[in-house]
T-cell receptor, first 116, second 111 residues
Framework: GAVVSQHPSRVICKSGTSVKIECRSL??????MFWYRQFPKKSLMLMAT?????????EQGVEKDKFLINHASLTLSTLTVTSAHPEDSSFYIC????????????FGPGTRLTVT | GQNIDQPTEMTATEGAIVQINCTYQ??????LFWYQQHAGEAPTFLSY????GLEEKGRFSSFLSRSKGYSYLLLKELQMKDSASYLC????????????FGTGTRLTVIP
């Protein structure tokens, strides 16, 4: 199997606070993890790519100081939304690819963030 | 830059066949994926094409023409549960394995 989990599945926070979202590959080692953002009725937008033990590579237009990514191990990556604002409210999805068959990405169930 | 286009919405009848098209213009190409996504859920993998031609998998088939920058997903014997968004994604070249998604096509299957 190739199962990816995310925690929390849903979070509500106040403006100005920070929120951490975890992404775990449960039954495989993930060489690379990806973070996406999805607005309502829109497709996924790649935010950043992270490899274990190295700095994340951010896509153009994504603020790396606002969206902190840590990829501490081959099974865990975290996304921290710092000083959240209402416009950060979105559906955040992570995915992971295996060492073998690396062409395929396995997606987590997503985290719905609402900033009030 | 990456430009991946799909129709925004489609409607089809239960039991029928529907074709969802995807055209792409990307700086690199290392494969094209189709994903299915139900509202509020993560995308699930449907198919992968890296060479030209048709890949068939049960009720779902996917076609790729690299020279035309074109792909389609064909769904046969439509079922109500096939109502979902269908996302076309192109994999970047090189080791990054990045996926760039199209806008997605929202398919509604009606009785």
């Amino acid at each position: 199997g190739a199962v990816v989990s995310q925690h929390p599945s849903r979070v509500i926070c106040k403006s100005g606070t920070s929120v951490k979202i975890e992404c775990r590959s449960l039954d495989f080692q993930a060489t690379t993890m990806f973070w996406y953002r999805q607005f309502p009725k829109k497709s996924l937008m790649l935010m950043a790519t992270s490899n274990e033990g190295s700095k994340a590579t951010y896509e153009q237009g994504v603020e790396k100081d606002k969206f902190l990514i840590n990829h501490a191990s081959l099974t865990l990556s975290t996304l921290t939304v710092t000083s959240a604002h209402p416009e950060d409210s979105s559906f955040y999805i992570c995915s992971a690819s295996k060492r073998t068959a690396s062409y395929e990405q396995y997606f987590g169930p997503g985290t719905r963030l609402t900033v009030t | 830059g990456q430009n991946i286009d799909q129709p925004t919405e489609m409607t089809a009848t239960e039991g029928a066949i529907v074709q969802i098209n995807c055209t792409y213009q990307t700086s690199g190409f290392n494969g094209l994926f189709w994903y299915q996504q139900h509202a509020g859920e993560a995308p699930t993998f449907l198919s992968y094409n890296v060479l030209d031609g048709l890949e068939e998998k049960g009720r779902f088939s996917s076609f790729l023409s690299r020279s035309k920058g074109y792909s389609y997903l064909l769904l046969k014997e439509l079922q109500m549960k096939d109502s979902a968004s269908y996302l076309c994604a192109v994999r970047d070249q090189g080791g990054a394995n990045n996926l760039f998604f199209g806008t997605g096509t929202r398919l509604t299957v009606i009785p």
